[in-house]
């Protein structure tokens, strides 16, 4: 029971690797808040959990949305000690000529400005308490750019480079704050990293994608959560604007 009576928010909790952060959380004995924009996947995963767990309907990119996030869980829970930015949208090759300034900003804000808000709503929060984490999920494309996922790769960069500077402005704090860089992983978001007939997609993504991955698999919603916990609980104690790349080597 790594994480005992700690309560811990979970963005993009309806799906993929963030259903299994708030699984493996509560099983760990979190009390978890399951966050994700679509309500109906958010209590259905609250409903899986073996915990005390709360579902909230949220927009990341929306402010008022996270204060009320942020707000509902203190109120419920009484305090906020894990944060685990997941949520995050994806994007297929597009040449940066044809990229419209809309799909840009969804992506920027999504994946980038959720957490700045997120962040801005908990942090005032563990100030207080003294203490707490702060996880965000990246990709190993913050590192191992593509050609036509500009956008993406942007946003996931900015990710971890905003991760590390509130690292070292929050550690006197006793917040820390670390970022995970997931592979290619098998989620239903994958195939849409990919263009082209749907058929075609739903057969050939995951055999094109192994191929990229030195350890030959892709990487399982459950081996992003196992990092998650081990940043989240004191095993990484001492650990604080770190990237742990999750991904089979394919960022080498």
């Given at each position: 029971m790594l994480l005992q009576d700690k309560v811990a928010i979970i963005t993009g909790g309806g799906s993929g690797m963030g259903k299994a952060m708030c699984q493996l959380f509560s099983r760990q004995?979190?009390?978890?808040?399951?966050?994700?924009l679509?309500?109906?996947?958010?209590?259905?995963t609250?409903?899986?959990?073996?915990?005390?767990?709360?579902?909230?309907?949220?927009?990341?990119?929306?402010?008022?949305?996270?204060?009320?996030?942020?707000?509902?869980?203190?109120?419920?829970?009484?305090?906020?000690?894990?944060?685990?930015?997941?949520?995050?949208v994806p994007m297929?090759?597009?040449?940066?000529?044809?990229?419209?300034?809309?799909?840009?900003?969804?992506?920027m804000n999504v994946n980038t400005k959720s957490?700045?808000?997120?962040?801005?709503?908990?942090?005032?929060?563990?100030?207080?308490?003294?203490?707490g984490v702060i996880l965000n999920t990246a990709s190993i494309a913050s590192i191992r750019a593509r050609p036509g996922l500009h956008a993406y790769c942007a946003s996931k960069g900015a990710a971890v480079i905003l991760s590390k500077a509130l690292a070292i402005e929050l550690a006197?704090?006793?917040?820390r704050v670390n970022a995970i860089n997931p592979g290619p992983a098998d989620t239903p978001m994958l195939s849409k990293f990919m263009n082209g007939d749907q058929a075609?997609?739903?057969?050939?993504?995951?055999?094109?994608?192994?191929?990229?991955?030195?350890?030959?698999?892709?990487i399982s919603p459950e081996d992003i959560a196992n990092a998650a916990?081990?940043?989240?609980?004191?095993m990484g104690k001492m650990v604080t604007g770190e990237v742990l790349n999750v991904d089979g080597g394919r960022g080498i």
């Open positions: 004995g979190a009390k978890v808040v399951v966050a994700d679509n309500a109906e996947a958010a209590e259905a609250r409903q899986e959990l073996p915990g005390d767990a709360l579902a909230v309907a949220v927009n990341v990119a929306d402010e008022a949305m996270v204060r009320n996030l942020v707000e509902e869980t203190v109120r419920v829970f009484g305090r906020v000690d894990i944060l685990a930015n997941n949520a995050g297929s090759f597009l040449p940066i000529e044809e990229l419209t300034v809309e799909r840009w900003d969804t992506i957490i700045f808000l997120t962040s801005k709503y908990v942090v005032p929060i563990m100030k207080q308490q003294g203490g006197p704090y006793k917040i075609d997609i739903e057969r050939d993504t995951k055999e094109i994608f192994i191929d990229s991955v030195p350890l030959g698999s892709l916990l081990y940043l989240a609980s004191d």
